[in-house]
Every structure is written in structure tokens, then in C-alpha cells.
């Protein structure tokens, strides 16, 4: 290829890298940090999807603030100032202070035209059982502490039965309303009178902005100051609140991480090379790395996970690689751009070669996020590569200074024992290794935010998204049935603490072959005489009684299911995700499930049809542990195909010398996370992988390099490393905790593959000069 | 005992001045003894427009101003209610959904606890002035109670004496109180029947 093509193909493609990213930012191209992305694709089950979308969408822009005081009245003028703090910052689209209930209790009490077929499933069956006793029970009550009121007359209810059915509806965690905010009552939790107010605010647009210092965050700061100087506490929660945090702690962490890594890249080269020149090409081939990664992700998936842009900065570590290498040689006396391409050509091919297969190894995983760390970093890398290979050679002069000899004292010990000797020590450590693979290492989240989110949670019984039962069934009255099959069950599992509540839209819509039987029930409860004695007892005037008599005997209407949908109350409507072509869907929702729960549920969906126990957070955890698994096998995997590809270049023994330097690095840095306890995971691998691409670099460039290029070398691999461990080990200082693994696993690795690749050199005389090699590209 | 009777007559002296001056919400709250722990007896008459009579009931109470309360009625069928901060048990059994009885919580603990002043977290506090004794009207702040409970009166003079709770719709309740004593600690069985339901708690 000739110097004039380069000179013109170089700013070509990074011109078009720019456009292509320029286009993908300016259509919205937003950073993505939903969890979900990690989970395994393929034919998901569409109805666990609509599940799970049913129950978490309306989270998606919520968010919940409490204020919290000794009395109900403080606690909401606390939250009305709230509120208006909040609606000032303009950062809301929606704030709801007030929770007006009138409508609700309006269409509640509609329902009461169906009275006749509406029963609490537990009535029902106390009504089966033992109706004398049912009846007696409810006399009882009328005698009690100011008898029972609610949102039906006693005329309308003498016995309670249509109260009791609406009960489960009324249900809420002790709110009140209170100066028109909703307040919930702490008292029992803290073991004094408390209060919280409760607002709800959905976030606009425009917070969702990746920034490292998100307005949400600083509203939040302010207003916990705020809390703090009027003397009432403060919760917050909500997917926003979290997004915001992760969003500003991964940008911080990048750009620590990315700048003390570009600050060591600067005082290496200038100490080395004694020159600018060095350390703007250097600069010019990661930003292209970076640059192009970015690009070519935007392009094939339209946006980026959170997790690609954390790991997608291993690019650096591997580009400035190629860029050392190239430069390092320009050490060498009598140096030209041409000769200089022609002696390291040979190495940067096979590493590139090498590199890009390990990175792509991972995409072959089902698991979006880790796709798109291998487009980023693979197409990161090759454009660093091009740079390296088209732009360095028409830029570079020769340098001022020389390479400096290199002495490593066990030079004379012959490979194999140093392998097996590593080998030795290594092997308990593998024995060490603990996996954990657990989704909520992910999530880095400060303690105040968790603590918040549990006390808010536990306040006000807020429905999990994250497991379900799932309910199917070919029609809307199988549905039904299939739902009232489980009721038993789930009420035994409650009983046996396994659970506190569930919720099951069943409760409050009957199906029609139940109705049928509450219908059968109520007036027998007329026919048997109980109802009439009762009301009698009771001294319920004789038109009343007559009235109800005739209502609860009359021949039954019933209640479709649209009809009981537009007016059950919201949490039960949610859970009706209706049908379509396929079938119909509902799900059950539990809550406070106890440690041996979950086995017992899955062992209740399996004894119903059309019945499954869906867990996202345990099933992203699995999908975890499969992909740890699988990595593991890819790593071998791609270790062999390079070991293919370099015993079909450099004969049989000289790859298995090559290949045994990121083989002992793995296995030194396995060894380490296993000694140490550290957590092992799925991203510990991914750390692996960059140490495989590494490793072979490292002793690419010194195995290839010829008898004078040594010393140049292994400048280039000790300026590389030196570099990589400085930016890479940070990470451990990371708060998220699989970030930090990351930089555990990786510097002992690097290390151990800098100090390899200098001591695997092959014996003597073997050098490039035997591998048959035109710079041409 | 010389306290609240002293402040009782300087109500009373004080009244037709006040009234006076500024209107009936200017006569401030009762200032009652407070006790940790109240034991008594009940009467409660229950009457609605629906009915042709009153449901009559009678039993005793027991108010802890930590626990909460137990209302047990013996005639005309047994039956227990507790009332802590962490729900409503009847007979034993956690009632689901909101109830407008938690609010009688404060009522009691204003009453038998001399909390007057934590009354008007929950209610709009009015002053009425009466001949003997005093005389509240409380109205809930909870907008969502108002139709299940319009109003609370409570009179009393040394002791509280009475509460008339008016339903929405013309109901009304009367609670009178009679042999109230303040035992240093809760009997045994009493104690049980609170930690029982505190177990059964979620």
C-alpha cells in the first residue's frame, strides 16, 4: 500500500468513525443501565416479559420522597415545602401530593349491585363449612369497640359481607389523609409515634442525562440538608434516584481512571522519549481506539450499557500497546519509519490477530451487555491498530534518546521449571476461588440509598417486581379458575410464614363458576332462615331486613370481568395483563417471602397448570453463573485458537512458549483472587480475557522482535504494563464491587505477564528474521 | 389530683373572660393526670337510624400508653379487640384494611394518658365551654375518615367521663366509663394477650 493512500485512507475513517458517532448522539443515543441487559437473550417467554414490564414500568420515572415527624400535621407541611422544592428545580414532570380516594370509594361502591356474588374467598368457604358460626361471628362484631363502619350502610350490609370483600382493596400501610398528604404510620417501626408524608414526583426527560454530577443528586443533597436544618427526616427512592447515582459514580470513576491513566501514558513517554511528538501520536492512537469503539457500538446497537462504557476503557490498556511498540523501536540507532513498520509489524499482526479474537470470543455469550463490550473493545482496537500502522509511520522521527538494557537475574533458570514452579504455587489458590455470582454486585449504590429504599419499601408494602407468579390460561374464566385453584396453597403457605401477603386479581373478581357458588351460598344464607334471625338479632328495621332478603335471593346477576376491571382498585387491575392471540395472563404477586419460600412456591406453580414461578433477579444470577461458566470455556477456547494460529507461524514449540506467558498470567492472578477471597464472577473473566489479549501482546513483541530490537522491546512491554497497572489498578478502588474485582484480578496478571514475556524469550538467535514478512497493510 | 382540679377551676373562672375576649376556642384543653397504665369498665350504646334499638354492650378496658388498647366486651357475646401502633386484632385475628378505630388510639391516650395536646395531630380541636367539667369536639384531619367518622365529643372533669362518636350517615356511638383505676403494672393475662398479637404481626 502505498504512503499516499494512507496518508488519505487514515483521516477517511476516522472522518466517517466521526460522523457515524456524531449522527448516533445527535438521534438520542442514551446511556442504558437496566440490569436486564446482562440477562441471557433468545426466545424469552413473551408472557414473562409483559410481566415483568406490567410491573415495572410505572417505576421507571417515579420517584418516592418521605418526610417524616413526630406528628401527622408536621410531616405534611414538611412535604408541602417539599413539594414545592422539588417542583421548583424543574427537573419533575408530575408531582402528586395529594391521593383523593373519592372516586375509588365511589367505583367501590358500585360493586355493590353484584353484591350477591361477591364474597371474600374466605368467607366462602367459612360459608361452606359452617354458616352458624359465620353468622354468630359477625353479631359479635356489631357489638365491638363503636361496631363496624365503612363505605356501605348497615342497611345496605347487615352481615359485612360486601365490607369484607371490599377489605382486602381498603388495604393500605395505616395512610391517612392528612392536610390532603398522604401519611403513613411509622409507630410501630420505630417504637414511637412517627409520621411520614408520602409524595410521589415522576422525573422528566431531561434529568435522565448522563452526567457526572446529575441535577437529581444535587436536589437530593440540598433537600437532605434542607431535612437536616428543619429537623425532620427524609427517604427517598426510585429507579431514577439509583440511575442518577450509578450514572454520575461510573462517569467519575472513568474519568479517574481515564485520567490518571493518560497522566501516566504522559510522564512515561515524555521521561522516555524526551519529546512531544511521542505523546500526541500516543494520545492520537487511543483517542481513535476510543473513537472508534464508540462509534461502531453506536451504530450496531444504537445505544450503550453502562457496563460496556466501565469495561470498554480496557481499550486504552490495549491500544497504547500497539503505539509503545512502534515507538519504542524508533529507540533504536539508525532508525527509519519504514524499517521500524517492517520490525514490529510481524508482533502487532499476531497481537492484533489475537487480541481481536479473545474480545470477540465474548460475543458469541447470549448476553447483550457483554456483546457490546466485545464490539467496543474489538473495533476500539482496530482502530487503534490502523492508526498505529497507517499514521504512526508517516509522523514519527527518529527518537533522541536510547533503549535501555534490561536485566532480570533469573535469566539462566530454564523455562519449564519457571512454568511448573508458578504452576505449583498457583494451584491451591484455584482451589480457593469462590464464586458469587449475585446480580446486586452490579449495583453500586451509597448505604443511605439502600437503607432508604428498604424502610420505604417495608412503609408502604410495595409490590416486588422482580418475582411473580405467572398465571395462563387459553380464556379469561380458566384464568379465573386457575387462579382460585392456587388460593389454598398460597393461603397454607402463608399460614406457615413462608409469606406474608399475596395478591391475586381473583380475590376481588371472582370467576363465573364461583359466582355461581357465592350466589347458591347468599341465598341460602336467606332460605335457611340465618339471615332473617341475624337481622332480627341484630334489630335491623323490617323494611331494611325485607329489602336485603330479597336482594341476597333474587336470581343472581353477574359480574363481568371488564365491568369488575374498571372499578377494583389499581393494584389488583395492574396484575390483569389480559389476553391475546396466545392467552390470557395474570400474575400473582407475594410479598415477605421467608428463606425457604421460594423452593415451596415453585413447588405449588408445578402442581397447577398454566402456573409458573418467575424470578428475574434469581434468573439473572443464574444467567451469570452460566455465563461465568461459559467465559471460562471461550477463554480456553480462544487460548487454543491462538496457540493455533501461532504454532501454524512460528512452529509448534515456539507457540506453546508464546502462549505459556498468558497462560501462567491467568493462572498467578486466578490463584491470587483465591488466596485473597476476593469476589470471583463473571467480570473477574472479562479481566481474564483483557489478561489473555495482553499476555500475548507482551510476549509477541519480545519473542518477535529480532536480536537488536530486544532492548526496545522490552521498553515497549514494561512502558505498556506500567501504564495498564497504573490505570487498570484503580479499578479496585472502584465502589461498585465487580468493577473493583476487575482491578483485583488484573494487576497481579499483568504483573506476572510482564515479568513473563521477558523471561520466556526463546534461547538464543531466534528471531523474526526467520518469519518471511513485507510491511505492507 | 389537686393539679387538674385547680386548672379545672381556673377554666372555669376564667371562662366568661376568655369568651369574652375571643370566642369559645380560647378556653384551653383540660389538663387531665397522666397515667401509664388506665383499667376500667364500659358501657357502649350504638345507635343507627337503621336500627329499631340501641346495640347496648358492656366489658372492660385496659389502655397502655405503649401497648395500646384492649377492649373486651362480655355481654351480650365475648369478644376482644387490641389496638396497637402495628394494627387492629379482633379476637386475636389481624384485621386487613384501614379502620377508622386506630384513630381511637390518640382519643384514649389523650384521655387517660393527659396527652391533650397530641389530639390536634390528628383532629381540628374545638373547646366547648360547659357548666361542669369540659366538653371536646374533635373532627378528623383525615379527609378520607369523614365519612365513617364526623365528629368525637369527650366530657369529663377530673376523670373523663364520656365519648360520643357520630358516624357519617346518622350514626352514633356513647362510650361511658366507670371504676377507672391506674394499677402500677399490667396483670399477667393482659400482658399475654399484647405480646400475642405483637407476635402475630407482620
Known sequence: ?777 | MIRPGAALMLVVLWWPLASLAAGDTDIPLPELDAHDITRGEFTQIRQLPELTRPLRSSGRFVHDVDRGILWQVDEPAPSTLVITPGGLYRNGERQSGASPMTTLRPVFRALFSGDMARLQDHFEVTTKAVDVGWELELSPRDSSLADALASITLSGDAYPHKVMIKEGEGGRTELRFAAIEHPETLDEQTQQVFERVGKAAP
Open chain 1, 1 to 777: 500500500m502505498s504512503a499516499r493512500l494512507r496518508r488519505s485512507l487514515w483521516p477517511g475513517l476516522m472522518a466517517l468513525a466521526g460522523v457515524v458517532l456524531l449522527m448516533q448522539l445527535g438521534s438520542g443515543a442514551r446511556l442504558q443501565t437496566d440490569l436486564h441487559a446482562l440477562l441471557p437473550d433468545g426466545p424469552g417467554d413473551p408472557g414473562v416479559v409483559a410481566a415483568r414490564q406490567q410491573l415495572t414500568e410505572p417505576f421507571a420515572r417515579a420517584t418516592l420522597w418521605l418526610t417524616g415527624a413526630r406528628s401527622p400535621g408536621e410531616a405534611a407541611s414538611a412535604a408541602h415545602e417539599l413539594a414545592t422544592r422539588l417542583d421548583d428545580s424543574g427537573l419533575f414532570s408530575e408531582i402528586h401530593t395529594e391521593i383523593d380516594s373519592t372516586p375509588m370509594r365511589e367505583a367501590w361502591r358500585e360493586l355493590l349491585a353484584w353484591q350477591q356474588v361477591l364474597l371474600a374467598p374466605a368467607d366462602a368457604r367459612a360459608l361452606r363449612d359452617d354458616p352458624e358460626t359465620f353468622v354468630q361471628h359477625r353479631l359479635t362484631e356489631q357489638y365491638g369497640l363503636a361496631g363496624e363502619t365503612g363505605i356501605v350502610r348497615l342497611a345496605e350490609d347487615p352481615l359485612g359481607l360486601f365490607r369484607r370483600y371490599l377489605s382486602p382493596m381498603l388495604e393500605s400501610p395505616g395512610a391517612a389523609v392528612v392536610d390532603g398528604m398522604m401519611i403513613v404510620d411509622a409507630s410501630a417501626e420505630r417504637d414511637e409515634e412517627y409520621y411520614f408524608a408520602v409524595l410521589h414526583a415522576s422525573v422528566a426527560e431531561a434529568a435522565f442525562a448522563v452526567s457526572m454530577d446529575p441535577p437529581l443528586l444535587a436536589l437530593w443533597q440540598e433537600a437532605i440538608e434542607w431535612a437536616a436544618q428543619e429537623n425532620i427526616t427524609l427517604h427517598v427512592t426510585g429507579a431514577p434516584v439509583f440511575t442518577a447515582w450509578g450514572s454520575a459514580s461510573a462517569s467519575r470513576e472513568i474519568t479517574l481512571i481515564g485520567g490518571v491513566s493518560l497522566l501516566a501514558i504522559v510522564a512515561l513517554l515524555l521521561w522516555r522519549f524526551r519529546s512531544p511528538r511521542p505523546l500526541l501520536l500516543t494520545l492520537t492512537v487511543i483517542g481513535a481506539g476510543l473513537l472508534g469503539g464508540l462509534a461502531t457500538s453506536l451504530l450496531v446497537f444504537g445505544q450503550l450499557h453502562l457496563i460496556t462504557l466501565v469495561f470498554g476503557a480496557t481499550v486504552i490498556g490495549v491500544s497504547v500497546d500497539y503505539a509503545f511498540h512502534y515507538l519504542c523501536d524508533s529507540l533504536r540507532p539508525g532508525w527509519t519509519p519504514q524499517q521500524g513498520l517492517q520490525h514490529v509489524l510481524p508482533g502487532l499482526r499476531l497481537a492484533l490477530v489475537t487480541s481481536v479474537l479473545a474480545f470477540l470470543s465474548l460475543a458469541v455469550a447470549p448476553f447483550p451487555a457483554l456483546r457490546q463490550v466485545a464490539v467496543f473493545t474489538a473495533s476500539g482496537l482496530i482502530f487503534s491498530w490502523l492508526t498505529v500502522v497507517w499514521l504512526l509511520p508517516l509522523l514519527t522521527r527518529p527518537a533522541r534518546a536510547a533503549a535501555p538494557r534490561m536485566r532480570l537475574p533469573v535469566r539462566r533458570i530454564r523455562w519449564v521449571w519457571i512454568c511448573l514452579a508458578l504452576m505449583a504455587a498457583c494451584l491451591p489458590g484455584l482451589f480457593m476461588l469462590e464464586a458469587r455470582d449475585d446480580i446486586h454486585l452490579l449495583y453500586a449504590a451509597p448505604e443511605r440509598l439502600l437503607a432508604d429504599d428498604r424502610l420505604i419499601g417495608d412503609l408502604l408494602q410495595r409490590t416486588e417486581g422482580s418475582y411473580f407468579i405467572l398465571v395462563s390460561a387459553a380464556d379469561e374464566e380458566t384464568l379465573l379458575q386457575r387462579q382460585e385453584a392456587l388460593l389454598p396453597g398460597l393461603e397454607a403457605l402463608r399460614e406457615e410464614q413462608h409469606l406474608q401477603a399475596y395478591r391475586a386479581p381473583v380475590q376481588v373478581i371472582p370467576s363465573r363458576r364461583q359466582q355461581t357458588e357465592n350466589a347458591a351460598l347468599t341465598s341460602q344464607l336467606v332460605s335457611s332462615g340465618l339471615l332473617t334471625s341475624y337481622m332480627a338479632q341484630l334489630g335491623l328495621g323490617e323494611d331494611h331486613a325485607r329489602t336485603h332478603e330479597a336482594r341476597m335471593s333474587a336470581p343472581p346477576q353477574w359480574l363481568p370481568v371488564e365491568t369488575a376491571l374498571r372499578h377494583v382498585d389499581p393494584r389488583y387491575r395492574q396484575l390483569w395483563l389480559g389476553c391475546d392471540d396466545e392467552a390470557c395472563r395474570a400474575l400473582v404477586t407475594v410479598q415477605g417471602l421467608g428463606d425457604d419460600a421460594e423452593p415451596a412456591l415453585e413447588a405449588l406453580a408445578a402442581e397447577h397448570p398454566g402456573v409458573q414461578w418467575v424470578n428475574y433477579v434469581g434468573d439473572i444470577s443464574q444467567g451469570m453463573r452460566e455465563h461465568r461458566r461459559l467465559s471460562l470455556v471461550l477463554l480456553a477456547l480462544a487460548l487454543v485458537v491462538a496457540t493455533a494460529v501461532l504454532a501454524l507461524l512460528l512452529g509448534l514449540r515456539q507457540a506453546l512458549r508464546v502462549i505459556s506467558v498468558p497462560v501462567m498470567a491467568i493462572m498467578v492472578s486466578l490463584a491470587i483472587v483465591g488466596y485473597s477471597g476476593a469476589l470471583f464472577s463473571v467480570f473477574n473473566l472479562m479481566a481474564l480475557l483483557l489478561i489473555a489479549g495482553v499476555g500475548i501482546d507482551y510476549a509477541l513483541f519480545y519473542h518477535c522482535a529480532d536480536r537488536d530490537g530486544r532492548r526496545s522491546a522490552g521498553l515497549a512491554i514494561t512502558m505498556a504494563a506500567t501504564t495498564t497497572v497504573l490505570a487498570f489498578g484503580l479499578l479496585a478502588f472502584s465502589n461498585t464491587p465487580v468493577i473493583s474485582a476487575f482491578g483485583i484480578t488484573l494487576v497481579p496478571g499483568l504483573v506476572a505477564a510482564w515479568l513473563l514475556a521477558l523471561l520466556a524469550r526463546p534461547p538464543e538467535a531466534s528471531g523474526t528474521g526467520e518469519i518471511p514478512d513485507e510491511p505492507s497493510v
